[in-house]
């Protein structure tokens, strides 16, 4: 016994002088077990704590407002927690997108952030630039909610074949990250994405939840090199995580983007997906990303390439035109937009900032057959290929 004291008083010394030496960079050592055999020594860094405690701080500056969740409950689990993790990226990819922009704008023109409360649970940070020089209007929406399903929303969700049972209480959760840029120029296409999560809890507390989102052009005129660069982006950032992703969502965004009673596309597409609930949730959430974090990439060497270009009254009344059937597929099959407006205590303002600040109808309106405006209908009623 007088060994074993002997051995652990030298052990003491040593870890005291060891932390004398090294000053402020370690605590004082202590020792982990007991009995005969080995003794574990441990010490913990000055500099590990301060790291962890950097972690724990969130610095919102970097976004465009105040997260709705608190910050300090983001970062309590946001490595596990799949609302947290979603909630912090797109107010990530607001802020980057946001930024972007403005930086595309002549005259210093900002985006008007307005951070808004759900009574019914949750909220959003909406951020609007009008009457730029550069962007007519630009709209970039990122919502975090809580609630219970309204009966219209259950019965569309069970249309696209979820397992949900009707005339029962079904606590979501949703959020999400959507835009739409109309600009001011009829060269510079309107470019339209939406990234989001949904959480459904069923009545025996199990919990469904899905992925969906996509990112999409419309260009009033066509240049060809735009939609091959446009989707040669979305292509890339699909290809990092399956090959056969591209390919599948984006013959998805040309169907889903169809004007049925015009018989005419939207716009020339890019890539669209819901009910994303696999491979699994963290392979789910990666693609998700990289597909947001691809929409500058994609959408930011168009608007520098074409913002400066001349254009007279019939380029104008043509997008305007078009900016017409824009309000005719919002209004009448957007899913996202009929979601929204099914919602107890929807934002209409927020919903409805898809809609350009000015739009065009004429009655039985056709362009010439050899004009420009025909070679882009040409596209909408036929979707091509473009990589």
């Known amino acids: 016994m007088n060994v074993l004291r002997h051995t652990i008083s030298l052990l003491s010394l040593s870890s005291f002088q060891l932390g004398r030496r090294m000053k402020s960079q370690h605590f004082r050592g202590f020792l982990l077990g007991t009995g005969v055999g080995l003794s574990t020594f441990a010490t913990v860094t ?29 970062l309590e689990d946001a490595d596990e927690n799949m609302r947290h993790r979603m909630e912090l990226m797109i107010m990530e990819i607001q802020a980057e997108f946001c930024r972007a922009l403005e930086s595309e704008e002549f ?57 949900l049972t009707e005339n029962v209480k079904l606590p979501f959760f949703a959020s999400g990250v959507s835009a739409v840029i109309h600009p001011r120029n009829p060269h510079v ?8 999560y949904f959480e459904v809890q069923l009545p025996d507390g ?19 090199t735009d939609a091959k660069h446009f989707h040669k982006t979305l292509k890339a950032a699909c290809d990092e995580h399956d090959v056969s992703y591209y390919p599948r969502f984006k013959k998805w965004c040309d169907d889903y983007f169809h004007i049925k009673h015009r018989n005419e596309s939207r716009g020339i597409g890019g890539i669209f997906f819901d009910d994303i609930d696999e491979p699994s949730q963290e392979q789910a959430f990666k693609f998700v990303k990289s597909c947001a974090k691809a929409v500058t ?51 209409y303002e927020s919903i409805l900032m898809s809609l350009p600040l000015h739009a065009r109808w004429e009655y039985m309106h056709e362009p010439q057959a050899k004009s420009k405006e025909n070679a882009l209908l040409q596209v909408l009623q036929h979707p091509k290929e473009w990589v």
Request: charged letters at 25%; proline letters at 5%.
């Open 46 to 74: 000055y500099a590990q704590a301060e790291t962890a405690k950097v972690k724990r701080q969130l610095d919102t500056s970097k976004f465009m407002a105040a997260p709705i969740t608190e910050a300090d409950v983001l």
């Open 107 to 163: 005259s210093g023109q900002k985006f008007k952030v307005d951070r808004w409360l759900r009574s019914e649970g949750g909220g959003g940070v909406t951020c609007v630039l009008q009457d730029g020089d550069v962007f007519e209007k630009a709209g970039v929406n990122v919502s975090v909610v809580t609630g219970s399903l309204p009966p219209a929303a259950v019965q569309q969700m069970r249309a696209r074949g979820k397992a």
């Open 297 to 347: 990439p994609s959408y930011l060497p168009l608007v520098q390439k074409h913002k400066n270009e001349a254009y007279g009254n019939n380029e104008r009344q043509w997008q305007l035109l078009r900016r017409g059937r824009y309000v005719e597929f919002n209004l009448i099959y957007d899913r996202g937009t009929k979601f929204g407006l099914y919602t107890p205590g929807a934002r």
């Open 189 to 196: 296409p309107t470019i339209h994405f939406n990234y989001r």
């Open 206 to 224: 199990s919990k469904q939840w899905w992925f969906g989102g996509g990112t999409d052009l419309t260009p009033y005129y066509l240049d060809e």
